[in-house]
Structures are given as structure tokens and as C-alpha cells.
């Protein structure tokens, strides 16, 4: 069984004062005992904090980001050693507004999530179709696409110590949620093309995230869904009860 994963990402929002108010009120919530793993993106002048305020939970921390080189002249970027020495365990790689803004490729994605392993990191990689691709039905075609591309040359392993985040474009920050069935039939493809690449086993023990204007509302119906293994979550995650409602939920689910 896969245990679920609700993961917040922060962008760019919450510096170091919002990032201590925040991590007080989620540890007065409580969390103890959760079944759901519980992780968060903050931007990286707040890792350091939410790393110590929130040390002794089971609450996992992780950059939003890594360059692909191990260190030197890259101005304005972070290291996967540095991620690693500042408390993250997790990084994000390619997610959509990273690929739209900073014109990140499906080689790139794959190169970053080399660097994230190497050091130990574990890669949550983002992919998804735009709203166009959607209409003209090409949804799986991008889907494989960018999951190839993203996962070419890694052994089965390696792409075991891989997320997989399932974000349609047109669903980030819109308010726009796809249907848990549109979202299971993603998953559900994405998990087959992840056996044929990696097998079996390997695709039945990964987790593929399902992120687009998730909320305390539409999360049950979501992680209701067969291959939905948690939720990556944007705009929800940064009030604590409402991300730390979704935990609850989350815990509430059996399948
Ligand atoms: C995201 O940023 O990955 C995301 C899914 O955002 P939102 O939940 O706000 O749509």
C-alpha cells in the first residue's frame, strides 16, 4: 500500500515571519500520529526556520528548486548540497511555472533530478498539459512525453526513489480543479507508462501526486481515487488549518 503524501508549495510567498507563524499554529494543530506523510516547499530563505520549528515532527521540508550542477559560477542559484545541509529532504523539480517563466525542459528536468539524487534528495517531479493540449487531446502524448524525458536513462531504482506530481497547467492557481476521474485516468496512465519503463513493482510502489487548486473541500473526493497517492498544494497550504485540514482528510482515507 502506498502511504499518501500531502505536500504544500509555498512559491514565493511566506518569508521568515509569516514562515514562524505559520509553523506555530500547524504544531499547535498537533502532529502526532498522522498516517499521511506531511512535506513542505517554503521559498529558500525560509527552509532554515521551518526547519527548526518544525524539528521533532514528522513534517518533511524541501526546496522548491536545484541547479543541476553540483556548484560554481551559476549567479541566483541553489546547490543540491545546500539544499541538503539546510534540513531538506525533498526538492521540486520542473514544476509548471518553472518550465512557463524559466523556460525549463524535459532535459533539464532530468538532469536536476540526477543532481537530486546523487546527493540524496528525494526528486518530486511536476509535469502536466495546458489547457490547449487538453482540447486538441493530447493530454497522455505530453504526459509521456515530459515523464521520458524527465526519467531517460534512470534504472528502475532510481526512479523508485522518485514523486511524481500530476499538475494540469490550467488547474495551477485557477480555482479550476480537474475531476477526480479526470485526474484518476492521468494517474492511472502515468502509472502504466511507469511500468513499462521501470516495471511492475516499481510502478506500484511510487506515488503520483495530484496538484491543481486542491482544497479542504475537494481533497476527499480526490484522494478517494484509486492512483491518487496524495496532493500537491499551492494556494491551501499556506494557512495551517487549512493545509493541516487536508491532513486530517487525508487521514480518513482507506483504499
Ligand atoms: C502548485 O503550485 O503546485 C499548485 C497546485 O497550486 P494551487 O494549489 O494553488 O493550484
Known sequence: MRKLLIAGNWKMNHAVAATVDFCRDLRSLGLEGQRAEVLLFPPFTSIAAMVSLLQGTPVHVGGQNLHQESKGAY?????????????????????????????????????????????????????GETLEEREKGVTNAVIKTQLSGALEGFAPDAVRKTVIAYEPVWAIGTGLTATPEQAQEVHRYIRKFLAEIAGDDCAELLRILYGGSAKP????????????DGLLIGGASLKADDFYRIIEIADTINK
Request: glycine share 8%; net charge negative.
Open 75 to 127: 549567479t541566483g542559484e541553489i546547490s543540491a548540497a545546500m539544499l541538503k545541509e539546510a534540513g531538506c529532504s525533498h526538492v521540486l523539480i520542473g514544476h509548471s511555472e518553472r518550465r512557463q517563466y524559466f523556460h525549463e525542459s524535459d532535459a533539464g528536468v532530468n538532469a536536476k533530478t540526477r543532481k537530486a539524487l546523487e546527493y540524496g534528495l528525494t526528486p518530486v517531479i511536476c509535469i
Open 217 to 228: 473541500d475537494n481533497a476527499e473526493e480526490l484522494l478517494s481515487e484509486t492512483d491518487i
